[in-house]
Each structure stands twice: as structure tokens, then as C-alpha cells.
């Protein structure tokens, strides 16, 4: 196979050049100050259409927020990977610091404006949404009117923006910089929290063990720290709810997702109803690893000894050529990310452990994150990632306001690529031993998106309920973390991570509060469109592009009727979608019989 050869680091100098230094950076900040500025005053002018004629100013403040918000996001998706290439970079830090503030000035007048779209008439209103200059948008506008009139007085939400800024953001970034400064140690090499997380994969179990050790010691070390942030981000959020009147700590993010509870509690009750086959599998690995019961660092160890490592380069020709049995549209695209530099791969140290894609919508680019050490999970990141962007790519014809979709949907476009990859890989396998792991690194992930996840989602909500009486201690964290994980996996484990709420940054992201069930969601609604790509074959991408471009603009529950005639809020489609996971179980539990 010929193997062309690709960059391992991305490029950022298209975008600015000179990095956290750049001038031209700096003014760009600058000018997005201004158009904030200038957007400030557009506002305080604004009153209210009392009939449907009086829309030209509409119209202008619609397009400052497009501008601004796609500016906003460039310099924020620029600053975002200044921070994950070089954790010691000081200067990026600051400038975080800058954009968070202009951010939350803009956010506050945005704020207004949707207040005084609560005060015009709802038969005004229809009228509005009526005319063709709306009518695309109207969903978009409708939700944001619709939250709006759940809010505070305008004076009072800005001044919780205002106080974001240092309080709750603050508390956010301070994780990221207590998590910059961590090493690990390890064989004589001092490591990054991404280096060390990359060996609960190696074949040696005293290397697993001894990392975890390591792990569990180095995140328990900083734990008081980490507590503190926390209890303070938890804290600082309920106090909003509560003053908000909100009393159901999920209400925010299920109106982030565009879902129902009810679509909530239907998949995971579909998912607890179906995990017995999973603790079959894990019963079953612990055999083939010759232990009583498995630990925690055992869930991502290899059970067939195979090195099957693969270049950068080699593993981007693997996903180019299963993306080609889908479709030309997201081969093509994915061709250009490779040859472009859109993605850093760079297995160096400094780097932010995790990996993700961020979009820069005014280049219409996006740029991908990660550290590539050659295994087959490196190549499933890196077809997850790269689905993210091509998700944004889908979408680069739809009007800026119906381009902000959701966490769910989000990971769907990614997981439904990484599938395609995986699936890909197992029906390759040159032998039955590479089959065989294989096979299992895409259990691995059903179980970490049904028991992972699900533990992620128990602990943060019990969090959120006691956190209600006061502060917690480390210690109770640590408690609540792991009967999360106990009751996760159905205690089918020998050794838990009590410190997973510690080194796992989703719990700290202020973006997004619960940044769990999305993956879960996505996972599983990515399944069931990936039942429709096998069913139809490659004319099923122009289908799959369609719904994509609508996932900004409607509720998951109205997309998934739309394009695919499925009710989410029923239990039928997540049991199905489970039960699509559940073969790779029964096929794996019959080769190693």
C-alpha cells in the first residue's frame, strides 16, 4: 500500500501567525472589542417591534451577533489549541483570560436583545417568524426567546455574567493550570498526564498497576485543590439555578441538548435493562488476563498480544480508504484535513492530555487535537475527531445562527465516523489474534459509553443533589465516585478509580454543565443512522448530510422524526441501538469460548 506522507503537527500560522505572540492576533482581539462595543450601543438603541414592518433593526443585530460570535469563535478555537499544544505557554493563558472577558460582555448584551424579544406581542411575533428574512432561523429565534422569558431580570443576569468571569470561569481555568503543572513519573522518565493515561493500555500489568498507583497517588495529591474548584463551579451554579427558581439541576442541560427527560431516562433505561452481556464480557476478559476479577487500570488492556502499531501516515490511509466505502463527500474532505496540517498528532511532552476538534468558521477550517502513539484506539480518536469536523464542514452553507448544535448531536457525526473505522478494522484483521483485539477495542468503548458514562452521569448528579447542603469534602467525593462506578459497571470490578472525578476534565469544563449523556446519546443515535448507511450503501451520505445540516435547528426528537421516523422519547429505538453494540459482545465471548 503506497502511504503518503503526513504532518504530525498542525498549522496554526494560516489563521495568525506567530502563535500566543502573534500582532495580527492581537489586533484581531482588538477589533472583535470594538464590534462588541459598537454592538453594545446597537442594543441599548433596540426597542421592541410593536408590528412586523419595524424589522430592519432586527435584521442589523441579527447580523452583528453572526459576525461577532463567528469572530468570537476563531479566536477562541486559535486560543484553545495555543493552550493544548503547549501547557507552559503563559501567554495563551492570558489571552484566554481576555477573550473570556469580551465574551461575557457580548453574552450580556445578547441578553438583552433576547429580553426584548419577550416584550413583543406573540401575534407580532408570528408575524416576524413568518416572513422569508426569518423564516430559516425561526427555530433558533423561538428558543431563544422562549429561554429568555425563563431568566432573570437583564440586570440580574448580567451581573452573574460579570461575575463568571472571575468566579465560576476562574475556578475552570484554575483546574487547567493545576493540571498543567502535574507530571508523572515513570521507568526513570518524568511524563505528562497524557503520556501516563496512554500506558493503561500496555500489555504488562505490572506497568498498568504501577502507573495507576502512580495515578491515583498524583491526582490524590492535588485533590484538595481539585475539590475546592469543584465544590466552587457546582456551588456557583446552583446559586444561579436557585435564584433562577430552577430546582431540577439537569433542566439546563437538557435545554442545551434540545431533549426531553423522557428521551434521558428511556436510554438509560434501555442501557441498564441490557449491561448483563457487558459484565459477562469483563468476567470473560478478567479470564483471559488470568485474574480473579478485573481493576480499573485492567479496562483498556490488550487481551490478544499483538503489535499491531501503526504509523501516522498508515493510519490516516486506513480511515481514507473506509471512508471511501461511505461516501466521496467525507473521503474528500478528510484527504484535505491530512494534506492541509489540520490535525497534531505529535506524541511529545507539554502537550494537554485528551484530544478534540475545534472550528474556526471565518477560515471554514477546523483544527483537531491528540496525542498519536500508534495504537488502534490512536486511530479510532483520531476518525472520532475527525467526524467532528466533518460535521462542521457539512454544514457550511446553513445560516451562522442554526450552526450551534449541540453536545448530543455533536458526538454523533463523530462517533458514527469512528464506526465506520472500527468496523472497518475487525473485518481486516489479518489474523484471528488482531481480530480478536479489535473486536475488543470497540467493546471497550460500548462499555465506556454505557458504564463509564453512566457512572459519570450517577456521580455528577448525586454531586449536584448534596452538594445543595454545602460543600463536600474530598473524602465523601471520592465516596460518591466510586458507588457511581460500583453501581456503573454492576460491581463487576475488583478496584475503582475513586479519583476519576479528579483527573477527568469534563467535570470542570464551564462551557457546558454534564458533559456525559451527550457521549452516550450520540453513541447510540449514531448507531442506529449507522444500521441505515450499511442498509444503503454509498447514496446514503447525501441522507446523512441532510441531517446533519438540521441539527442545530430542531429538537432531537423532532430530527430523529424527521430522518430516520423514529420517537426518542420511547424506549423501541435505544434497545435496538443497544442491541447493534451487543454483537460484538456475543461474537467476542464465542471466540474466546
Not at 500560522?13 to 470594538?34: L, T
Not at 498524583?218 to 435564584?243: C, M, P
Not at 450517577?458 to 447542603?469: A, I, M, V
Request: some cysteine; hydrophobic content about 40%; charged content about 25%.
Amino acid at each position: 500500500m503506497s502511504t503518503n506522507t503526513y504532518s504530525l503537527t498542525w498549522d496554526l500560522d494560516v489563521f495568525f501567525k506567530g502563535g500566543s505572540e502573534s500582532p495580527e492576533f492581537a489586533q484581531y482581539i482588538e477589533e472583535i472589542s470594538r464590534l462588541v462595543e459598537k454592538f453594545e450601543n446597537q442594543i441599548s438603541q433596540f426597542i421592541a417591534p410593536k408590528h412586523s414592518e419595524e424589522i430592519s433593526d432586527l435584521n442589523e443585530i441579527i447580523e452583528s451577533i453572526q459576525e461577532i460570535g463567528k469572530k468570537l469563535q476563531q479566536a477562541s478555537g486559535f486560543v484553545s489549541c495555543l493552550q493544548a499544544q503547549d501547557m507552559a505557554d503563559q501567554k495563551a493563558n492570558l489571552l484566554r483570560s481576555t477573550l473570556t472577558q469580551i465574551s461575557a460582555s457580548f453574552s450580556t448584551t445578547v441578553t438583552k436583545f433576547h429580553d426584548q424579544l419577550t416584550k413583543i406581542e406573540e401575534n407580532v411575533w408570528e408575524d416576524i417568524l413568518e416572513r422569508e428574512e426569518f423564516s430559516e432561523i425561526s427555530f433558533v429565534l423561538n428558543e431563544r426567546r422562549q429561554k429568555a422569558s425563563e431568566l432573570l431580570s437583564v440586570d440580574q443576569e448580567a451581573l452573574i455574567t460579570a461575575l463568571s468571569v472571575d468566579g465560576y470561569h476562574g475556578w475552570g481555568q484554575m483546574y487547567d493550570t493545576v493540571v498543567g503543572k502535574m507530571e508523572i513519573e515513570h521507568d526513570d522518565k518524568v511524563l505528562s498526564v497524557g503520556q501516563a493515561s496512554n500506558l493503561f493500555s500496555s500489555k504488562d500489568r505490572k506497568v498498568r498497576k504501577e502507573i495507576f498507583e502512580k495515578w491515583e497517588e498524583t491526582w490524590g495529591n492535588e485533590s484538595d485543590y481539585f475539590a475546592k474548584i469543584l465544590n466552587h463551579l457546582a456551588g456557583f451554579r446552583l446559586s444561579v439555578y436557585g435564584q433562577r427558581g430552577w430546582s431540577n439541576v439537569l433542566k439546563e442541560p437538557l435545554s442545551i441538548n434540545r431533549m426531553s427527560n423522557e428521551t434521558l431516562e428511556s436510554m438509560w433505561g434501555a442501557i441498564i435493562d441490557n449491561k448483563a452481556p457487558f459484565v459477562e464480557y469483563l468476567q470473560r476478559k478478567a479470564k483471559i488476563l488470568g485474574v480473579e476479577k478485573l481493576s480499573w487500570y485492567d479496562l483498556d488492556a490488550p487481551v490478544a498480544d499483538i503489535d499491531s502499531t501503526v504509523s501516522y501516515s498508515e493510519g490516516a490511509e486506513f480511515i481514507l480508504n473506509q471512508f471511501d466505502q461511505f461516501g466521496d463527500e467525507l473521503t474528500n474532505f478528510t484527504k484535505m484535513a491530512f494534506e492541509d496540517s489540520w490535525i497534531e498528532a505529535e506524541d511529545r511532552a507539554g502537550k494537554r492530555p485528551g484530544g478534540f476538534c475545534t472550528g474556526f468558521p471565518e477560515s471554514a477550517q477546523s483544527r483537531i487535537f491528540m496525542t498519536y502513539s500508534g495504537t488502534p484506539s490512536n486511530v479510532s480518536t483520531l476518525a472520532h475527531e475527525l467526524g467532528h469536523a466533518f460535521h462542521s464542514y457539512a454544514m457550511k452553507d446553513v445560516h451562522t445562527l442554526n450552526k450551534y448544535y449541540a453536545m448530543n448531536v455533536a458526538e454523533t457525526a463523530s462517533t458514527f465516523a469512528e464506526m465506520i473505522v472500527a468496523d472497518a478494522a475487525v473485518k481486516n484483521a489479518k489474523t484471528e489474534e488482531e481480530r480478536l483485539a479489535l473486536l475488543e477495542d470497540k467493546i471497550q468503548r460500548s462499555v465506556a459509553f454505557y458504564m463509564n458514562i453512566h457512572a459519570r452521569f450517577l456521580f455528577e448528579t448525586r454531586f449536584y443533589e448534596e452538594r445543595k447542603n454545602g460543600v463536600l469534602s474530598k473524602n465523601r467525593i471520592n465516596e460518591l465516585m466510586e458507588e457511581a462506578q460500583k453501581e456503573a459497571y454492576c460491581g463487576s470490578l475488583e478496584e475503582y478509580h475513586p479519583h476519576f472525578w479528579a483527573s477527568k476534565l469534563h467535570f470542570y469544563i464551564t462551557s457546558v454543565p454534564f458533559y456525559n449523556f451527550p457521549y452516550t446519546f450520540g453513541y447510540l443515535f449514531s448507531l442506529g443512522i449507522y444500521a441505515k448507511a450499511l442498509e444503503e450503501g454509498k447514496s446514503y451520505e447525501k441522507k446523512y448530510i441532510a441531517l446533519l445540516k438540521d441539527t442545530a435547528s430542531m429538537s432531537v426528537e423532532q430530527l430523529a422524526q424527521k430522518h430516520l421516523g423514529v420517537d426518542l422519547t420511547k424506549r423501541e429505538f435505544w434497545e435496538k441501538a443497544v442491541k447493534l453494540s451487543l454483537k460484538d459482545v456475543e461474537e467476542f465471548l464465542s471466540i474466546t469460548e
